[in-house]
């Protein structure tokens, strides 16, 4: 099935470093959302973006739905060591009340203490 | 307010099998969708049943099928068992009156050898 472009696959970082990932679709979607998944857990919706151009914040986390709708990026500031895991994107697809959504195949993030 | 549950929370089936597995959605939600997750990759969609009928599905074979309830609870089976099925099955649920992200499951891990 169709998946996303994300990248990079995985990052290691220090703690207290800033962290950018980004995500790219050949086709167009109306909502990006960003989603958390921790060990062993369903993924954890972070942020929706619902406007090209948008740009939300949650916390230390930012995140842009590109303008063209086909690409979306995620910054999280400043990481601290519960910012472990791995970070999905994903567009959706609605019609007819049916919510699809595709996914990107993850960025997984390990911070250093 | 409860979350999604879904049950087992592991499986081993051999070639050939059938499973069944179930998720209660969160209350309040009355629409369910399930994702195939394999390792290393991000949730691919199965289907969404809303009203206790498929109104959208996946690029899976007619082996994968669901139900819902009237209590808006769901079951996914899957018939005639391949290795390639081993994988996390997650349940989301959400409300009909617009799309808010889905809530997700903890999943079912199921390995077929």
């Known amino acids: 099935g169709q998946q996303l472009n994300q990248s990079p696959q995985s990052m290691f970082i220090q703690e207290g470093e800033d962290v950018s990932m980004n995500c790219t679709s050949s086709s167009i979607f109306n909502t990006w959302l960003w989603y958390k998944q921790d060990p062993g857990e369903g993924p954890v919706l972070l942020i929706a973006?619902?406007?090209?151009?948008e740009l939300t914040s949650n916390g230390r986390l930012t995140a842009q739905f590109g303008i063209t709708r086909k690409d979306s990026f995620l910054n999280i500031s400043a990481s601290i060591p519960s910012d472990v895991g791995i970070y999905f994107c994903a567009g959706l697809n609605s019609g007819a009340g049916s919510y699809q959504l595709t996914f990107g195949k993850g960025t997984k993030l390990s911070v250093i203490p | 307010e409860t979350g999604v549950t879904q049950s087992p929370t592991h499986l081993i089936k051999t070639r050939g099998q059938q499973v069944t597995l179930r998720c209660s959605s969160q209350s309040g939600h009355n629409t369910v969708s399930w994702y195939q997750q394999a390792l290393g990759q991000g949730p691919q969609f199965i289907f969404q049943?809303?009203?206790?009928?498929?109104?959208g599905r996946g690029n899976f074979p007619p082996r994968f099928s669901g139900l819902q309830f009237p209590n808006y609870s769901s079951e996914l089976n899957v018939n005639a068992l391949e290795l390639d099925d081993s994988a996390l099955y997650l349940c989301?649920?959400?409300?009909?009156?617009?799309?808010?992200?889905?809530?997700f499951g903890s999943g079912t891990r199921l390995t077929v050898v």
């Open positions: 989301a649920s959400s409300s009909a009156s617009g799309f808010d992200g889905y809530t």
């Open positions: 973006l619902y406007k090209a151009g």
């Open positions: 049943y809303y009203r206790e009928e498929e109104n």
